[in-house]
């Protein structure tokens, strides 16, 4: 449960601003108010999240066909040094740092397909699977596995197959489904 006041104490802030900032949580279904008993951080079930992910992955597979388009030199430059610590990330299991890294580097992906309807459905997706996702990166060494299928998705765009491309970021997101069911059963 959400607590207004505590929250107002803890960020010094007024309750109108923090108002106005549950009701953005709530819109971006983050939030669920349950009348005369107040907002609570909204729960997403095992089924929930896999049907996230079916329809993630379709999104995530258009963002790699478009990028296959729009591949510079530069991107890849990018795109390889982000991977780069990524790896050395992984291979420290440090955790945290990775799971930040994978965000950064899936956001600045959608960011360079320029499709505006695209990156804000992906980001509405993304935000209801942070509590849920985590639990399926931790398992088995699976950040080193993300981060391979990580470059067969650059490997992907670089040739310019846009078809292949789609293909790589769809699996990527199938696999991550895969691993996040193992995970939770």
Do not use: W
């Not at 982000?82 to 930040?100: S, T």
């Not at 769809?170 to 059963?185: D, G, L, N, S, Y």
Request: glycine content about 6%.
């Amino acid at each position: 449960r959400l607590n207004e006041i505590h929250l107002s104490n803890r960020f010094g802030t007024s309750r109108g601003p923090l108002r106005e900032a549950m009701r953005g949580l709530e819109a971006r279904g983050l939030v669920t108010v349950v009348r005369n008993r107040g907002m609570y951080v909204r729960a997403i079930s095992t089924d929930e999240a896999l049907q996230i992910y079916e329809v993630r992955a379709a999104i995530f597979g258009l963002a790699g066909r478009l990028l296959s388009e729009k591949v510079t030199d530069r991107m890849l430059g990018e795109l390889s040094h982000r991977l780069d610590i990524m790896d050395e990330l992984a291979a420290a299991k440090d955790f945290d740092g990775y799971y930040h890294a994978n965000l950064d580097f899936h956001d600045h992906l959608m960011s360079a397909t320029g499709n505006t309807v695209l990156i804000r459905e992906y980001k509405s997706l993304v935000d209801k699977l942070h509590l849920c996702r985590v639990r399926g990166l931790v398992q088995a060494d699976n950040m080193l596995v993300s981060n391979r299928e990580h470059r067969e998705m650059v490997d992907a765009i670089a040739s310019g197959d846009r078809y292949r491309a789609q293909e790589a970021f769809f699996r990527h997101v199938e696999r991550a489904k895969i691993r996040f069911k193992a995970a939770v059963t």
